[in-house]
């Protein structure tokens, strides 16, 4: 039962964390009114209500800031002002047309991105990240955003500290505080108060949120949550929703490169419109209504429903995102680092063998020893292989272990594994009280400390490894009257012999390699195993090696030497955590995109510095509250089909941006030309607002179209250069066709300016929907590549509907005057000369060398600091922070 020191009210937003370290832990305790056995659940729900949410983002969908995001466009606001000064002056039509559009036109794109939104909320509303408290003087875990000042709480390796802690109590605690201060060497923890004044690096005993526990172990009670903390006040000063995709942020810089050209051609038009006597108030309109036309306003409803719907795709192909921004990053990858066991291998380790090295042993014995140096308890009779290593429990699940007699042996100490030493060492008795000392190990670490060891045993060992086999070695040392074991006692061992285990390659590893390396994905490897092993595990897949690095070798590199290293090579051999976060940091400088597969507590550290971390269903919770992505299924083939799907949505997205920068642009460029020339606008604002929404609608269906397999054999990123390229090309191709349109309409038709608004309206509607069956792919459409049935089927509605409108009796009221036959004939023959064009003129524009460069993008500090801060998120806003 928990504690309360003392009962007056105190402030705990007022405790400093830098004023606990000077403290002792009792009197920390005391300032925070807790106990070592922590806080009650009641007193933790005061508290909670009191100082709030241990939260830094609030992934709360909001309708108002979506509306908000509809209606920013400086552009669309002056439109909507104008057509009500309009309306006051008399021109009622064509002021209710406008206001009707542009009222369906923000419906539409706020109920899609509203969805979208929604979907997003849900998504991280599924996703908790827990730790280990002390409530009611019992343990439990709980989720971090509710976590109080006052809590207890306990850490292990791997872990993310989830808010500023005063250390209680530590073992071997280092902890990697790079994201806050940017010293790449782990900074060493304990719970002896400093003397004076410290700077934020050197208090000792304090351990900061968002740091990561890289070795040991701690008890510590929380002093600083949410915006308080330190790491907290950075990431809010960032902001406070859930950081935008760089598809979104993309979509800023290109919406900036259209402001730009809308503000110039619309302040030309206007000015050139009242140069030429026209009203000002039409003028106005006209100009404003160019602007929007220009403006893709439905682009961030493409974006946000592409998003949305990936999600629903990974998790239908059993891969599971915690994060929009997650999609983006699977799609971003181009190194995989990862494990074999499990994801190479089958993952189901099984005893094969036990090989003695001299005769004084026999293999039963041999057998027997390797049970006695396991960590489980089998005092009770057969041993529980729950939360041992895959190898221990290998041991248990042997037939030969039914034969082993519990009563004949007696654990007196144990040293039990880690990840430096990577042995196990047991102090033993039997029923006589003979004791000994038994290690189990690595052979490379076991045999260091053999004395005599016979010549064989090295060629036993080699056989073995190279036939793929996992081994590990046994020693013994016979001593007398010892009650317990340390470290200095591992020495002067006789080696017993080997163990042999089995793990075979997955059925279907080759074949994921394949199409790994298909997707432009290097694979390395990087296992606690022997290099030979690892080796010729690869070689069976067919995983070509560019050369294997182990951890000692690793050790004695520089940052540099092992970054130019660890470019070319394959394999990475009994490394540990602090390795395997290394190399993932050295690949990431490189300007690589790192992803890093991994299931257990020993991969948490290289989980946190990957772009993106993977883990499975099956994992630790440590690897799992680690991970970004989760696979349902240890499996590379379900991972590739997440990184398809990742390309598939920037893809699509694309497509959106390069039709708005070809053909729409080109017909909002003529528009803005033929008000110059013609006596007459060519279109009124109603109708080229009409002409972009129904243009919008039909696009919609893009997030679900058919993407071509060589767009995804490669990230992609947003490139402002390219789409200007894009632009500048196609855009004046676009308007080639308007201005011919133009002149059949003045010269063959003679047409009244009501029929040239109907016709130019149907041919825009025509060559700007059909474009995107040319722009979706580079391949010659529909012959080699075609569209989805939801695309092409909106994209003929739209068509339709662009075509009939002028005719019904609607058209009349929007402006329009009915056409002649014969002008379908000539739209037709028009479109066809329109859309070979294009494709002559794509070919020659994929061609060139420059639009072959690929694009670098790196992640910062900023993105990793986003990317720890999502996991202190609640759906509702962050007041008082």
Known sequence: MSLSVRTEPANFTQISLAGTARLSGEQVLRELQSSESGLSGGEAARRLAAVGANALRTHKASPWSVLGRQLRSPILILLIVTAGLSLFLGDATNSIVIGVILVVSVGLGFSNEFRAERAAEALHSRV???????????????????????????????????????????????????????????????????VGDASLGDLSCCVFMGTVVQSGSCTGVVVATGGRAEFGKIALGLGEHQPQTEFQNGLKRFSFLLLQVAVGLTTLIFIANLLLGRPLLDSLLFSLAIAVGITPQLLPAVVSTCLAAGTRALAKRKVLVKRLVCIEDLGDMDVLVTDKTGTLTEGRISFTSALPVGPDISKAGLFTLGLLSTEADYSQGTATTVGQNPLDAALWEAREAAEFESTDHRRLGIIPFDHQRRKTSVLVADATGNQQIVTKGSPEDVLLLCENIPALAQEMLNEQ??????????????????????????????????????????????????????????????????????????????????????????DAMTDTDLGTA???????ARVSPEQKARIIRMLRQQGRAVAFLGDGVNDALALHKADVGISVETATDVAKDAADIVLMDKDLGVLAEGVREGRRIFANTIKYVLMGTSSNFGNMFSAAAASVVLSFLPMLPGQILLNNLLYDTGQLAIPGDRVDAEQL?????????????????????????DFATFGLMLFVFNAAPGEFRAGWFIESIATQTLIIFAIRTRRVPFLRSRPSAGLLWASLAVVAVGISLPLSPLGALIGFDPLPIPFFLALLAMTVVYLVLVECAKRWFFSRPVQQSPTVRRRGRVHHIHRRAARFSVPESLDGY
């Open 465 to 554: 490894f190279d036939a793929g086999a996992r081994v590990i070695a046994v020693a013994t040392r016979e001593v007398a009257g010892r009650e317990a074991i340390v470290l200095a006692d591992e020495q002067g061992l006789v080696l017993a012999g080997f163990l042999v285990f089995l793990d075979k390659p997955k059925a279907n590893a080759k074949e994921s390699l394949v199409e790994l390396a298909t997707l432009g994905i290097t694979v390395k490897i990087a296992t606690g195993d022997n290099a030979r092993v690892a080796e010729k595990v690869c070689r069976d897949l067919g995983l070509e090696s560019g050369g294997t690095l182990t951890g000692l070798e690793i």
């Open 713 to 737: 054999l490669a990230p992609s990123h947003w490139d402002i250069a390219f789409i200007r390229r894009f632009m500048l090309l196609f855009g004046p191709i676009s308007s080639l066709f």
């Open 128 to 194: 908790t990240h827990t730790v280990v408290v002390l409530r009611d003087g019992a343990a439990c875990q709980i989720d971090v955003v509710v976590l109080v000042p006052g809590d207890v709480v306990r850490l292990t390796l791997g872990a993310i500290i989830p808010a500023d802690i005063r250390v209680l109590t530590a073992e071997g605690l280092l902890c990697d505080e790079s994201i806050l201060t940017g010293e790449s060497l782990p900074a060493e923890k304990d719970s002896v108060p400093i």
């Open 566 to 572: 660890a470019k070319d090579a394959s394999i990475f």
